[in-house]
């Protein structure tokens, strides 16, 4: 995907593509589509945790 792709992104877009990251093992990537999400949707309670979930993944 291009990144001018990603401007467009909304904060369930971001979320979306955090599950397909988290799914690869890929956790740090899906930290920064979560940053974005939560950017997009500060409120946006489910992305926090997940978001922690993910570091502590990474023992963080």
């Known amino acids: ?9 909304g904060a369930q877009d971001w979320y979306e593509r955090r599950q397909r ?6 956790h740090r990537e899906a930290i920064e589509a979560l940053n974005q999400a939560i950017a997009k949707d500060p409120a946006w309670a489910e992305a926090y945790f997940v978001r922690g979930a993910c570091y502590y993944t990474l023992g963080r």
């Open 21 to 26: 990251l988290t799914q690869d093992g890929r």
């Open 1 to 9: 995907m291009k990144k001018t792709e990603y401007l467009s992104f």
